[in-house]
């Protein structure tokens, strides 16, 4: 008996010995809750011109010095972090929580011409670094420089005191003051220091994020007026759409109708006009038919994924972890590629296609080979200059294999199920033999002209958002206005879709039956003008200069 009760006491001190310390180790920046004295993890992540946010280098690219601390190092957590070109690095300095430290010394560094050179173009610059503590972002300026005419002198702000604010055992505010102005004397020595102050806070830790937010700007009283000029113009075109459907349409198609019930005689004398001429082409298969089932699907599963990611985005806040959304979107992306399957490799197969792999394949690789061609040339220019943005290689390798083992089989899947479900086609009336001859038409109703003013109106209604949009990309500013982004994201489809069904009838009604590639573009152009727009607002709303900036603009 006295054995047993020795052994179940053994056991469970050895339980209490094993959860004591999972709970040690799992008290962390992971799970944002410590313990009193545990180590918080203070890491450097990036440095750069404060009016270029988009270039930024490594933060020990500039000669700062670490801390005496052995390095830790910094995994990606998720693959949009390392996309983002996120490299975090262990600062070195000694920090736990709540335990308050005074003013230390943790390095110096020797003033060499070469690093004389390097801070003195940073300061120069305006250069200005990001660093990171329990994922709470904090700014700080490198320097600043003095002209009194003759000369220019130059400092550096060599301490950096931290105060950081707790509720319960989580740290929910990071505030950075940069003390120390030193001045930069080629061949002298320069000591760095750094202080922590901890405080209570009464900031719960759900809201620890809203001091970075800014909502005079984002729910600024122009954009209710762009979501109220949007919405209107919904109404205008809803009208509009529906006019063409009640009226002329109804009248034309029971005018068709009767007609149908003449013979061939009496049909061929009758007067027949505008889109009725058509009526045996309009069904014909468009040209290049795999790229245009291709772009189908892919604009299907885009549009899932999208809708998905803000409803998602309103629900989890995702702007509070790095590069969350981005792996969203990737995650997302790869197990929708039925989607894509689906609606590509069904269209592809009421217009009579027959390579349907070809379809499959092209229609997996369409999206993710026209991003990564762009990402490859913006990451070649990146490590050329030695950017943070560089992309890794290892990173690259996850894509390319999440594009070839899971987007390409469910693609493949979806295809398959679209071509037995739902991929025989069922028109209406016979297709002719020999294409009908297109007629001379005015110039405004060619095609391309058609295209280019279909997107105007559905830019129209976005473009303010767009303004934000570029604004958290280019400027400081933390996008967080999902609820807007779904609003304006229907508002886009309703009006894209009537803007497309309008210039679809206007184009048939010229007795020209290449309806497909022209709705098609027609909605598709808004890209055009959204890309336009964005040169302007490089131009007129930033000050970048670098060609790294240009990059990521192109």
């Given at each position: 008996m006295n054995l047993r009760m020795l052994i179940d006491r053994r056991c469970t001190c050895v339980l209490l010995l094993c959860l004591s310390h999972y709970i040690v180790t799992t008290a962390d920046e992971h799970t944002h809750t410590y313990n009193d004295g545990e180590e918080v993890v203070l890491w450097m992540n990036t440095v750069g011109p404060y009016h270029n946010r988009q270039e930024t280098y490594s933060y020990f690219s500039l000669p700062f010095c670490k801390g005496p601390k052995e390095a830790i190092g910094h995994y990606h957590e998720t693959i949009g972090e390392a996309l983002q070109g996120v490299e975090l690095e262990f600062s070195g300095l000694d920090i736990s929580f709540k335990d308050p430290t005074m003013k230390r010394v943790y390095c110096s560094i020797e003033m060499s011409e070469a690093?004389?050179?390097?801070?003195?173009?940073?300061?120069?610059?305006?250069?200005?670094?990001?660093?990171?503590?329990?994922?709470?972002?904090?700014?700080?300026?490198?320097?600043?420089?003095?002209?009194?005419?003759?000369?220019?002198?130059?400092?550096?702000?060599?301490?950096?005191?931290?105060?950081?604010?707790y509720f319960d055992n989580?740290?929910?505010?990071?505030?950075?003051?940069?003390?120390?102005?030193?001045?930069?004397?080629?061949?002298?020595?320069i000591s760095f220091s750094y202080q922590v102050h901890w405080r209570a806070s009464s900031v719960p830790f759900n809201l620890r994020f809203d001091k970075y937010l800014d909502p005079n700007f984002f729910q600024h009283r122009i954009h209710w007026f762009s979501i109220f000029n949007s919405f209107m113009m919904v109404i205008f075109l809803v009208g509009l759409v529906t006019m063409i459907l009640l009226r002329t349409l109804r009248k034309d198609y029971a005018r068709y109708t009767k007609e149908a019930e003449l013979d061939d005689l009496e049909r061929d004398l009758g007067d027949e006009y505008g889109w009725k001429q058509v009526h045996g082409d309009v069904f014909r298969a468009p040209t290049y038919p795999i790229i245009f089932s291709s772009i189908i699907g892919t604009g299907c599963q885009i549009m899932f994924v999208a809708s998905v990611c803000i409803l998602l985005a309103i629900v989890g806040d995702y702007?509070?972890?790095?590069?969350?959304?981005?792996?969203?979107?990737?995650?997302?992306?790869?197990?929708?590629?039925?989607?894509?399957?689906?609606?590509?490799?069904?269209?592809?197969?009421?217009?009579?296609?027959?390579?349907?792999?070809?379809?499959?394949?092209?229609?997996?690789?369409?999206?993710?080979?026209?991003i990564s061609t762009t990402v490859i040339i913006i990451?070649?220019?990146?490590?050329?200059?030695?950017?943070?943005?560089?992309?890794?290689?290892?990173?690259?390798?996850?894509?390319?294999?999440?594009?070839?083992?899971?987007?390409?089989?469910?693609?493949?899947?979806?295809?398959i199920l679209g071509r037995n479900l739902s991929g025989s086609a069922e028109v209406p009336c016979r297709v002719n033999t020999v294409p009908r001859p297109i007629p001379e038409k005015k110039w405004f109703m060619e095609p391309a002209i058609i295209m280019l003013l279909g997107g105007i109106?559905?830019?129209?209604?976005?473009?303010?958002?767009?303004?934000?949009?570029?604004?958290?990309?280019?400027?400081?500013?933390?996008?967080?206005?999902?609820?807007?982004?779904?609003?304006?994201?229907?508002?886009?489809?309703?009006?894209?879709?009537?803007?497309?069904?309008?210039?679809?009838?206007?184009l048939l009604n010229a007795e020209d039956y290449r309806w497909q590639w022209t709705s098609l573009c027609s909605a598709g152009s808004i890209g055009i003008y959204v890309y336009l727009y964005s040169f302007y607002y490089f131009f007129f709303k930033t000050k970048y200069v670098h060609i790294v900036c240009g990059a990521y603009m192109l």
């Amino acid at each position: 008996m006295n054995l047993r009760m020795l052994i179940d006491r053994r056991c469970t001190c050895v339980l209490l010995l094993c959860l004591s310390h999972y709970i040690v180790t799992t008290a962390d920046e992971h799970t944002h809750t410590y313990n009193d004295g545990e180590e918080v993890v203070l890491w450097m992540n990036t440095v750069g011109p404060y009016h270029n946010r988009q270039e930024t280098y490594s933060y020990f690219s500039l000669p700062f010095c670490k801390g005496p601390k052995e390095a830790i190092g910094h995994y990606h957590e998720t693959i949009g972090e390392a996309l983002q070109g996120v490299e975090l690095e262990f600062s070195g300095l000694d920090i736990s929580f709540k335990d308050p430290t005074m003013k230390r010394v943790y390095c110096s560094i020797e003033m060499s011409e070469a690093k004389f050179k390097a801070f003195t173009y940073a300061i120069r610059n305006h250069y200005w670094y990001q660093l990171y503590v329990d994922d709470l972002p904090i700014w700080g300026i490198v320097g600043e420089f003095e002209d009194n005419g003759e000369e220019k002198s130059y400092f550096i702000w060599a301490h950096k005191k931290f105060d950081i604010g707790y509720f319960d055992n989580r740290i929910v505010e990071v505030n950075l003051t940069s003390e120390g102005k030193t001045k930069l004397v080629q061949g002298e020595s320069i000591s760095f220091s750094y202080q922590v102050h901890w405080r209570a806070s009464s900031v719960p830790f759900n809201l620890r994020f809203d001091k970075y937010l800014d909502p005079n700007f984002f729910q600024h009283r122009i954009h209710w007026f762009s979501i109220f000029n949007s919405f209107m113009m919904v109404i205008f075109l809803v009208g509009l759409v529906t006019m063409i459907l009640l009226r002329t349409l109804r009248k034309d198609y029971a005018r068709y109708t009767k007609e149908a019930e003449l013979d061939d005689l009496e049909r061929d004398l009758g007067d027949e006009y505008g889109w009725k001429q058509v009526h045996g082409d309009v069904f014909r298969a468009p040209t290049y038919p795999i790229i245009f089932s291709s772009i189908i699907g892919t604009g299907c599963q885009i549009m899932f994924v999208a809708s998905v990611c803000i409803l998602l985005a309103i629900v989890g806040d995702y702007y509070q972890q790095r590069g969350t959304l981005l792996s969203t979107a990737i995650f997302l992306y790869a197990t929708t590629s039925p989607v894509n399957g689906y609606c590509g490799g069904a269209l592809y197969s009421r217009l009579g296609g027959k390579e349907w792999i070809k379809q499959t394949v092209v229609g997996s690789l369409l999206f993710p080979t026209m991003i990564s061609t762009t990402v490859i040339i913006i990451n070649f220019v990146a490590i050329y200059y030695h950017a943070s943005r560089a992309i890794p290689f290892a990173t690259m390798v996850v894509v390319a294999c999440i594009c070839l083992f899971v987007v390409l089989p469910l693609n493949l899947v979806g295809a398959i199920l679209g071509r037995n479900l739902s991929g025989s086609a069922e028109v209406p009336c016979r297709v002719n033999t020999v294409p009908r001859p297109i007629p001379e038409k005015k110039w405004f109703m060619e095609p391309a002209i058609i295209m280019l003013l279909g997107g105007i109106l559905p830019f129209g209604s976005i473009f303010i958002e767009v303004y934000f949009v570029f604004t958290s990309f280019w400027a400081y500013k933390i996008y967080y206005v999902f609820g807007f982004m779904l609003l304006v994201f229907i508002i886009l489809s309703v009006v894209t879709i009537c803007a497309t069904i309008v210039c679809t009838y206007f184009l048939l009604n010229a007795e020209d039956y290449r309806w497909q590639w022209t709705s098609l573009c027609s909605a598709g152009s808004i890209g055009i003008y959204v890309y336009l727009y964005s040169f302007y607002y490089f131009f007129f709303k930033t000050k970048y200069v670098h060609i790294v900036c240009g990059a990521y603009m192109l």
